[in-house]
């Protein structure tokens, strides 16, 4: 099964994180099907850009997102509708 999920990166005390299509089974830093957008948390304001087409194409082919990444979706479509 698939999952749209984050995957940390960036240093100790500045995270940064990609969203990425992968596996459910592997761990989320191991290798992933596809990168779909980024999160960095620890700008002013938070920012969050996600491909929603691709997003939308990977949820009808079953990928499931992770509650963190249901938010972070609604925050992108709330932006882009802005």
Known sequence: ???????RGGSKQNPH?????????RTPSGPNVDTIGIYA?????????IDLTKADAWI???ARPSETVKSL??????AQGA
């Open 1 to 7: 099964m698939l999952k749209i999920r984050l995957s």
């Open 17 to 25: 994180y990609r969203v990425v299509v992968s596996e459910s089974g």
């Open 41 to 49: 948390p620890g700008s002013d304001p938070a920012q969050v850009r």
């Open 60 to 62: 009808r082919k079953g």
């Open 73 to 78: 979706l609604e925050r992108a479509r709330a």
